[in-house]
């Protein structure tokens, strides 16, 4: 079945250092690829999405690009800030079986000053 | 767009109470899911409906926990009796079938459950 496999947490970096957590997925067919965030006390809410191969979603300064070769998207930013600490899901749902997005286990990221 | 509601924010109740959760979706979402968060078991899918109708209850613990949708603008997910390891952050989510592939979700804010 689908499943998505994330980098474990907690990361902890200092402000303006690069960023990177690994995602990596298992799907049949071409599945649609998310990176949500949690900020403390609220619900997700999505940062980025790719839904084909290549392509590469961004905002707020964080990327991800859809490999389907090595079947991943590892989220990217330059430069991280302190409003940066949040709890950081990838997930993935598939349009042709289903409407469900299955989600990773969550990476937690420290930023400090 | 006042985004998806959910009632109340945080709820404390004793062992074998009854709790129900209330959600009001995207107006014109026509999905609407629940998930449960916890430390232990992070972020797991419930239920979820599609025009009203549920879809898919697998993920729902046990006979305590039941999930209605009587209206495309309201749900209540209820646990009858609630005990201690209920408690947990409830999400309600909504999507619309019309943003095409991408399936985006809607979160609420939460409701924090804890059971005495």
């Known amino acids: 079945g689908n499943s998505v496999t994330q980098m474990e947490g907690p990361v902890t970096l200092s402000e303006e250092a690069f960023l990177t957590i690994n995602c990596t997925y298992t799907?049949?067919?071409?599945?649609?690829l998310f990176w949500y965030v949690q900020y403390p006390g609220e619900g997700l809410q999505l940062l980025l999405k790719?839904?084909?191969?290549?392509d590469k979603g961004s905002n707020k300064g964080f990327e991800a690009t859809y490999r389907k070769e090595t079947t991943s998207f590892h989220l990217e930013k330059g430069s991280v800030q302190v409003s940066d600490s949040a709890v950081y899901f990838c997930?993935?749902?598939?349009?042709?079986?289903?409407?469900?997005?299955?989600f990773g286990k969550g990476t937690r990221l420290h930023i400090l000053p | 767009d006042a985004g998806v509601i959910q009632s109340p924010r945080h709820e404390v109740t004793e062992m074998g109470q009854e709790v129900t959760l209330r959600c009001k979706p995207i107006?014109?979402?026509?999905?609407l899911f629940w998930y449960r968060q916890t430390m232990m078991r992070g972020l797991e899918l419930l239920i979820y409906?599609?025009?009203?109708?549920?879809?898919?209850d697998s993920g729902m613990p046990e006979d305590r926990f039941s999930a209605k949708m009587p209206n495309a603008s309201f749900s209540t997910l209820k646990i009858q009796p609630s005990e201690p390891r209920d408690s947990a952050v409830y999400f309600c989510?909504?999507?619309?079938?019309?943003?095409?592939?991408?399936?985006?979700?809607?979160f609420g804010p939460g409701t924090r459950l804890t059971v005495l």
């Open positions: 799907a049949t067919g071409y599945p649609s």
């Open positions: 989510a909504s999507s619309g079938s019309g943003t095409g592939k991408s399936n985006e979700q809607f």
């Open positions: 790719a839904t084909k191969a290549d």
């Open positions: 107006s014109g979402h026509d999905y």
């Open positions: 409906f599609n025009n009203n109708v549920p879809i898919d």
């Open positions: 997930a993935l749902s598939d349009p042709n079986r289903d409407d469900k997005i299955i």
